[in-house]
């Protein structure tokens, strides 16, 4: 069992290690807030007049960045790309990081429509939304076919939101065909230009590469399927808003199921679909909105998703900061059994090991060492993050991956 499971881990890495046009991350970029920020407000929709706040790195020099494109919370009926403070900290916080990020309006509905035995509007106000959610992604993908305003790597689109927003961009992702859509999402897609929506910027992709999933669902867990893209979550088990196992959404009041993380992470296993997923014990909906605290988890934790995804082994040096960036370390044996061992050129004051579920499962601190083993013994046959963090605060922290057998 072990064995195998190490077989599909590593096709799994194997999957991951796809640079960036080979661009560094040694300076601690797409990881540690290193660059200033801009921030400009554009139309993407011409169709309906909707903006996208669109946030870049100041000073930044690279030619195809990734986009982490973020939708707000609101039940589909309230909000704006202004008014969630968990996607706008977001937003300025990875554009400090070297990430392009935007912050999309959407098309919005009224609550009184919303709720009520006729599920039929509901559906098709997320079915307005994900039209919007497209065209959004398809505005950056021209903008660099044409003009190349935004220095967009089309082959590094992250899509996801907040609550709402999270389940706009959930369905983007994992509704890939009308095969097999149930007959009210299809009539809903019919009435809104259909599959691909009628937001505007025809004749683009809308393809990405993972979700970013906070308190958010999907209609249906058999829209996940074999092959379907990676993500990363997080969600309070006791949430009833989006419901953290299949049920109907906002409280039962809106007759639409919502399925939330609950009942993903096992279809996300069954189908072999890569996820780090975070539960928040006993906690509601959305948490971090109004914990601080929570609100960094949450951060860290996409953070370590998305660092592994956008700068898999880079160690070669650039010129955007003056950030040391001759830090090497070893972790062997990769895949370990009974011991990690750690060995490094500069030394280390911190060490952090996380499972996919972002469980922290070993952490030591004040070590102040350039070699360290760390007893693996008991840890579960899986995938595991190393997070460290160098007693030289110029040195950026490093996450590694590992293999425990």
């Given at each position: 069992?072990?064995?195998k ?18 661009q ?8 540690k807030?290193?660059?200033?920020y ?52 977001l ?6 990081r ?69 389940v ?8 890939q ?34 979700v ?15 092959g379907g ?12 808003i989006?419901p ?42 959305v948490?971090?909105?109004?914990d601080?605290?929570q ?40 895949p ?7 060995a490094?050129?500069q030394?280390?004051?911190?060490i952090?090991?996380?499972?996919e ?7 030591v ?41």
């Amino acid at each position: 069992m072990k064995q195998k499971l190490y077989l599909i881990l590593s096709c799994i890495l194997l999957s991951q290690a796809v640079s960036v046009h080979a661009q560094t991350c040694a300076d601690g970029r797409y990881y540690k807030e290193i660059f200033g920020y801009t921030m400009d407000s554009v139309i993407y929709s011409d169709t309906f007049g909707l903006k996208v706040d669109i946030y870049q790195p100041t000073g930044d020099t690279f030619s195809a960045r990734p986009l982490i494109l973020l939708a707000h919370e609101g039940t589909f009926v309230s909000g704006n790309r202004e008014s969630d403070m968990t996607v706008d900290s977001l937003c300025v916080r990875f554009a400090k990081r070297g990430y392009v990020t935007a912050s999309i309006d959407y098309r919005l509905g009224n609550i009184g429509s919303m709720i009520g035995p006729d599920s039929g509007y509901a559906i098709n106000e997320v079915i307005q939304a994900v039209s919007d959610g497209k065209a959004a992604i398809r505005f950056f993908v021209k903008d660099r076919a044409t003009s190349n305003n935004y220095r967009i790597d089309t082959n590094n689109i992250f899509i996801g939101g907040n609550s709402a927003g999270a389940v706009l961009y959930m369905h983007v992702g994992y509704m890939q065909d009308t095969a097999g859509l149930p007959a009210d999402i299809i009539n809903a897609l019919d009435s809104n230009g259909g599959f691909e929506g009628n937001s505007g910027n025809a004749g683009y992709t809308t393809k990405s590469k993972g979700v970013i999933d906070l308190a958010g669902g999907l209609n249906r867990v058999t829209f996940v399927q074999p092959g379907g893209k990676p993500s990363v979550n997080c969600q309070g088990d006791q949430d009833a808003i989006v419901p953290y196992t299949c049920a109907d959404a906002y409280g039962g009041a809106i007759f639409v199921e919502l399925c939330g993380l609950g009942s993903l992470m096992p279809r996300y296993t069954a189908e072999s679909i890569y996820n780090m997923s975070m539960v928040f014990p006993g906690a509601g909906h959305v948490p971090w909105d109004t914990d601080p605290a929570q609100f960094n988890t949450v951060d860290s934790f996409v953070s370590v998703f998305l660092y592994n995804y956008s700068c898999p082994g880079m160690t070669e040096p650039n010129s955007v900061s003056n950030v040391q960036s001759n830090t090497e370390v070893n972790l062997y044996p990769n895949p370990a059994n009974d011991v990690l061992n750690l060995a490094a050129s500069q030394a280390v004051k911190e060490i952090s090991v996380y499972d996919e579920t972002g469980r922290t499962v070993f952490q030591v601190s004040g070590i102040n060492a350039t070699r360290y083993a760390i007893n693996t013994s008991h840890f579960s046959a899986g995938l595991y993050f190393v997070k460290m963090k160098f007693s030289d605060e110029d040195n950026a922290p490093m996450v590694k991956r590992i293999v425990i057998e």
